[in-house]
């Protein structure tokens, strides 16, 4: 099935994002979270890698073990970061042989350290650019593309980052899976604003449940989303409470879940850090 496909006629695509673990113990223990996750039908499970591309031959073994494992189609991200043209092409080449069905093509973060992105001599300087590289190789890849609800950091305005985005779209990309968000207005106004662009690939809303507040409060500083204050206020009532912050936490991304859900969401992308307990309680007894 073509990537798109999994978000029309009336299917709702669901995908879960992996990275790749660091230890032999970690890679097992990921797997058996895969095997709890199989029980919610996902369509595709997607998988990470370090920065500057210093997992990516992990990034493909994982892959390539969870699509033994369950049969379903699995996708890699892949960014500009540290890379060539042609280290490209052969990762591309790489992750063909293995079966990867689905690229998520990204520009990546500035390396640790930097605060801009510079391209490296005889490399990419922009996602579209990547698109356009993937598709150029005349490879079978599905393409997914990153969209900001609240607009990419180091956009100029919301309406720069959405033109960046249609340069995405336009180049060859199938679907935009969102970078989290922790309230769905901010979703609905992107939605609204990519149709008004003319952006009418399918839309899919990622998530995180925040399982512990200093956790969201790190990574959402890296990306600039924000937390809403009522969420954070309930978090810090019981802050040295693993349980507590657990349950608010689960709780809030599963009232957004069932909230797009019934707003007509595309589907569902959940970044769940390699664990399957969170996505659990969220997605207990939703049918598909």
Not at 14 to 37: C, I, M, N, W
Not at 41 to 50: A, M, V, W
Not at 118 to 129: F, H, K, M, S, W
């Amino acid at each position: 099935m073509k990537l798109a496909e999994f978000y029309r006629n009336g299917h709702r695509g669901l995908s879960f994002e992996l990275f790749p673990p660091k230890t032999e113990s970690g890679r097992q223990a990921l797997y058996e979270h895969v095997d709890r996750l199989m029980a919610f039908q996902p369509d595709y499970f997607t998988c990470t890698y370090g920065a500057g591309g210093s997992t990516q031959g992990t990034t493909l073994e994982v892959l390539s073990e969870v699509r033994r494992r369950t049969q379903l189609p699995v996708a890699s991200h892949l960014t500009c970061v540290g890379a060539t043209c042609d280290e490209i092409r052969e990762y591309l080449k790489e992750a063909e042989s293995r079966e990867t069905d689905f690229i998520v093509a990204l520009r990546g973060d500035p390396p640790k350290g930097e605060t801009t992105f510079q391209a490296v001599d005889g490399g990419l300087q922009y996602a579209n650019e990547l698109v356009e590289l993937i598709r150029a190789e005349k490879k079978p890849f599905g393409i997914a593309v990153a969209g900001y609800p609240e607009v990419h950091q180091e956009a100029v305005d919301a309406a720069s980052d959405l033109a960046n985005l249609r340069r995405k779209v336009d180049a060859g990309a199938d679907i935009v899976v969102t970078q989290l968000f922790y309230d769905n207005a901010d979703f609905y106004r992107f939605r609204d604003a990519c149709d008004l662009a003319g952006i009418r690939v399918p839309i899919v809303p990622g998530l995180l449940p925040i399982t512990n507040l200093q956790q969201a409060l790190r990574i959402t500083s890296m990306c600039k989303a924000k937390l809403p204050p009522a969420l954070v206020a309930r978090l810090e009532e019981k802050p040295e409470d693993a349980d507590w912050q657990f349950e608010i936490g689960v709780e809030h991304a599963r009232q957004q879940f069932l909230d797009l859900m019934d707003n007509d969401a595309a589907g569902m992308h959940l970044y769940v850090l390699n664990k399957s307990q969170a996505a659990e309680k969220m997605l207990e007894g939703y049918t598909r």
